[in-house]
């Protein structure tokens, strides 16, 4: 322990003749602006003040706040319509589902509705046709490529 004081004592001249670096700070964004990309999206609230009670707007943060934004501005950000329910799906004409990503899971109740008991099935891209082995009705997954959600974690 008194070899390490000693060694500390005799680095600090050496410490102290080295002229200090001004550190400048730099905001995250600052990347994201100079690329010519507006920054992602801001799904953070702007809080309140102390001694205030926050409302939804104001407290939402992530995934809820970006549905809170969608609904200002009257956009369905999840798509939470039904499928059709009016026919039956068949070879000739399927029932579509539409998806950004290559595979989607589709509960089938059957035709008329609540027919038979939730069948979940697992539509893909490696098949034209889905077919619910309860009541017969045919899906068909309407997959549609995005650049942004090619990327994965």
Request: glycine share 8%.
């Amino acid at each position: 322990m008194v070899a390490l004081l000693r060694s500390l004592r005799a680095a600090r001249p050496l410490i102290a003749a080295r002229p200090a670096q001004a550190v400048v700070p730099r905001a995250f964004s600052a990347s994201a602006l100079r690329a010519g990309a507006g920054g992602p999206p801001q799904l953070l609230g702007e809080g309140v003040q102390a001694g205030q009670i926050p409302t939804d707007e104001q407290q939402a943060t992530g995934i809820e706040r970006f549905e809170l934004l969608g609904k200002v501005e009257g956009v369905d950000v999840f798509d939470m319509t039904p499928l059709e329910a009016d026919r039956i799906g068949t070879l000739d004409k399927p029932i579509e589902v539409f998806s950004y990503f290559p595979e989607r899971h589709v509960g089938c109740t059957g035709f008329p509705a609540d027919s038979h008991d939730t069948i979940w099935l697992h539509l893909n891209t490696s098949l034209k046709n889905h077919r619910c082995p309860e009541c017969g009705s045919v899906y068909n997954l309407k997959y549609e490529a995005h650049d942004s959600l090619a990327h994965h974690h």
